[in-house]
């Protein structure tokens, strides 16, 4: 498989991944086994398997919230819910949610599972934390909640190795957003909400991404920045695509889910970062 193939098929698994972080349902199940608010539910639930973890652990894997942001919700979440539980809620709530959306999604789990289950077998775990811990859990026998943890295995290999590239680029995390901020002409007060950072955070990130002549003294990005950019998504797709070489079946797995993807993007609960790099399907 290609590099630019894996990142097709990024696009693919992104949205069925996706509805865990919106879908009311989903939020609604975080709720009910105890979680508090809506970053309680995203930290906890994306970092639940990897056990209970403490705040420091989440902020180095997730790499680009800010220690505070992490801090409120990591680890009193485990005083709420134990990850176990997190784990079921996160896994059948976003099953649900895809199996309303896709009525054949049984099928097509039946199709799309063989591949993608080999893809996570062979696929590199050395530094990807978050795949790692995914890619341990044991695959539920109900197709949809198993297609939902496959592709959520193969999203985080993915993730994992992007902010690999980011780290050596040397790009911290605030850096990253902002630099993606201005690359895709996004607001960066909205960026800096849903990321935690100050706006002293933001002014001195965009000065040092100056001072090495990614962005102008505006804060435009420059042709230096969007190359830097789009070598970043290069190597993330290269460093994705050790998953998808020699797995025979992948193309079709992917073609059979493309429906999928694109019933969820059709609802309007695509607005994260990820998501808006994606773009449609």
């Known amino acids: 498989m290609s590099d630019v193939s894996a990142r097709d098929m990024w696009r ?68 709420f819910a134990a990850p176990e539980a997190v784990l079921e809620a996160r896994r059948t709530s976003a099953a649900r949610v895809l199996e309303e959306l896709v009525p054949d999604l049984a099928d097509l789990a039946t199709a799309a599972l063989p591949p993608l289950r080999a893809a996570i077998e062979a696929a590199p775990a050395c530094g990807r934390a978050l795949f790692a811990a995914n890619r341990d859990l044991p695959l539920p026998d109900a197709p949809g909640e198993a297609l939902w943890q496959a592709v959520t295995a193969l999203r985080e290999h993915r993730g994992d190795g992007h902010f690999a590239t980011l780290l050596a680029e040397g790009l911290d995390g605030c850096e990253a957003v902002v630099l993606f901020a201005a690359a895709t002409g996004t607001a960066s007060d909205m960026w800096r909400d849903i990321r935690g950072w100050s706006e002293t955070d933001w002014a001195a990130a965009s000065s040092r991404l100056t001072a090495r002549g990614l962005l102008t003294e505006s804060g435009a990005i420059t042709d230096a920045g969007r190359a830097l950019g789009e070598h970043i998504e290069a190597r993330t797709d290269a460093l994705a695509a050790t998953a998808y070489r020699d797995i025979p079946g992948l193309e079709q797995a992917r073609r059979a889910l493309l429906p999928a993807a694109r019933a969820v993007q059709e609802t309007g609960l695509v607005r994260s970062a990820d998501f808006l790099r994606a773009g449609p399907v």
């Open 12 to 79: 693919v698994l992104e949205p069925l991944h996706g509805v865990t972080y919106f879908a009311p349902a989903c939020l609604t199940a975080l709720k009910a086994v105890g979680l508090r608010g809506f970053w309680m539910g995203y930290f906890a639930g994306r970092a639940a398997p990897l056990g209970a973890v403490g705040p420091g652990v989440v902020e180095a894997v997730f790499y680009n919230f800010r220690s505070d942001m992490v801090r409120r919700a990591i680890p009193d979440a485990w005083t």
